[in-house]
């Protein structure tokens, strides 16, 4: 009786120590599990965050690319290979935007969640202001095309044209859509936003080249116009006569509205990040 006693005593002990054992483990994986789930719950969002996020970086490595090929003394990339890689960016662009707002259009009787918080009037009104300066900047740019046309690239027209296009496309989809917030088919949209995020800073990168070199080369005529001539700083200037008297105009006053063209693409480019993220 007193043998069994003790082994009753000792297995109810063992039992009792393989529970608290297991009961720790559970509580463990319980602090564990919920991570890994929410993480598994998480994974296509960062999966898509994550390639979208290399995808853009790679647009605008290829743009800078470019940019610094054209910049170099004796380039082997013109200014219309550049006009030409943005402008095939801008009109992806504009093919996606056309997509989501047909997608958006026909599932207008579900509710989609907004972020009310995304934008203010004041946002919109500056937006609109920017935009507006950067149409005048493309007519310009049409107009000195003009005058200039048999020594210049037929691609500087159609980047002005679609830059315009898409200049005013994006007001509207920012105007309609920067408080969306992307449920459905996160990978496509996803990739499409950050496309056009880094679309506009490729733009902004553009412009920013392009006020430095206005600026240069009406430091270099000033210089010239004081006499001195020992100046190692090339002008690219068309090598031909203007056909119309407004050509000094256009060139002009594209000098003015040159900031407002890249304070505009910052602005955007800032927007749709957001809305990305």
Not at 101 to 124: K, M, P
Not at 215 to 221: A, G, Q, T
Not at 257 to 277: C, R
């Amino acid at each position: 009786m007193g043998e069994r006693g003790v082994l009753g005593i000792m297995c109810p002990n063992k039992y009792s120590r393989r529970s608290s054992s297991s009961s720790a483990s559970s509580i463990r994986e319980n602090k564990m599990f919920p991570k890994l789930k929410a993480f598994s719950k998480d994974y296509p969002k960062k999966n898509a965050e994550f390639l979208s996020g290399q995808y853009g970086t790679n647009l605008l490595l290829i743009g800078v690319a470019l940019m610094l090929a054209i910049a170099h003394h004796e380039p082997s990339v013109e200014e219309e290979h550049l006009l030409a890689f943005a402008t095939g960016l801008m009109i992806l662009q504009l093919f996606w935007m056309m997509w989501y707002i047909l997608v958006r259009t026909r599932r207008r009787s579900a509710r989609t969640e907004r972020d009310v918080n995304a934008t203010t009037c004041w946002i919109r009104g500056g937006l609109t202001l920017l935009a507006v300066l950067s149409l005048i900047m493309d007519a310009l740019r049409i107009g000195y095309f003009v005058g200039y046309r048999f020594c210049l690239s037929a691609v500087i027209p159609v980047y002005a044209a679609i830059h315009a296009i898409h200049t005013v496309a994006q007001v509207h989809f920012l105007w309609f859509h920067i408080k969306d917030v992307i449920k459905s088919f996160e990978t496509f949209e996803r990739f499409g936003v950050i496309h056009a995020v880094f679309t506009n800073l490729l733009l902004w990168c553009n412009g920013v080249m392009s006020e430095t070199e206005h600026f240069m080369n009406d430091h270099v005529r000033r210089l010239t116009a004081l006499g001195f001539e020992n100046i190692t700083m090339e002008v690219s200037e068309p090598q031909c006569n203007c056909t119309t008297n407004t050509c000094s105009i256009f060139s002009e006053s594209l000098g003015y509205l040159f900031p407002f063209n890249i304070e505009f693409h910052i602005f955007v480019s800032a927007l749709l990040f957001v809305m990305w993220k």
